[in-house]
T-cell receptor
């Protein structure tokens, strides 16, 4: 069984640029959630994707967008990067919450630095 | 609003002692709680969970206690080892898509 993987591991961008982060969910999981974790803080929910559609969203602006593909992998896109976007971005996969409460399995994260 | 917080930002314990990490939550509708361990440079790792219809759940060396009356969650680690050094997060959900995490407690195990 393959766990959650994310790419790239690290990324450096400059303010105003755009970035795409990628996530492959754990085998058998059809739901992907994205979180932002600032240094010294707990993860903050960005949004969740289920069956290729956004299933819920946290308090993040529209410049944070995502996609889910038929194989359940997912992308997080951030436009017009700001310095405060520097953080660890975590992807978590799970079975659909419609089947009941399910544990989320996290990937190792992508460390984004915005200069 | 909804929040999950922790009382102590850093906890230092002697190797072999028991550790207790606490968490308070404010959403009375929350019905599933999870403890995660996060080591430096890694994503959160599931430790143990508990549903709201339970007061206590035990795992290997870990126990989670849930007090719904005062909205309090705790993680007990028995015979703390150096490998237990990490940041511990509690998280809660009310069965929706959203998990709410606390700010974390750093556990330092002293030799």
């Amino acid at each position: 069984e393959t766990g959650v993987t994310q790419s790239p591991t690290h990324l450096i961008k400059t303010r105003g640029q755009q970035v795409t982060l990628r996530c492959s969910s754990q085998s058998g999981h059809n739901t992907v959630s994205w979180y932002q974790q600032a240094l010294g803080q707990g993860p903050q929910f960005i949004f969740q994707y289920y069956r290729e559609e956004e299933n819920g969203r946290g308090n993040f602006p529209p410049r944070f967008s995502g996609l889910q593909f038929p194989n359940y992998s997912s992308e997080l896109n951030v436009n017009a990067l700001e310095l405060d976007d520097s953080a660890l971005y975590l992807c978590a996969s799970s079975l659909s919450f419609l089947a009941g409460i399910n544990e989320q399995f996290f990937g190792p994260g992508t460390r984004l630095t915005v200069l | 609003g909804e929040s999950v917080g922790l009382h102590l930002p850093t906890l230092s314990v002697q190797e072999g002692d028991n550790s207790i990490i606490n968490c308070a939550y404010s959403n009375s509708a929350s019905d599933y709680f999870i403890w995660y361990k996060q080591e430096s440079g890694k994503g959160p790792q599931f430790i143990i969970d508990i549903r709201s219809n339970m007061d206590k759940r035990q795992g290997q060396r870990v126990t989670v206690l849930l007090n719904k009356t005062v909205k309090h969650l705790s993680l007990q680690i028995a015979a703390t080892q150096p490998g237990d050094s990490a940041v511990y997060f509690c998280a809660e959900t009310s069965g929706t898509y959203k998990y709410i995490f606390g700010t974390g407690t750093r556990l330092k195990v002293l030799a």
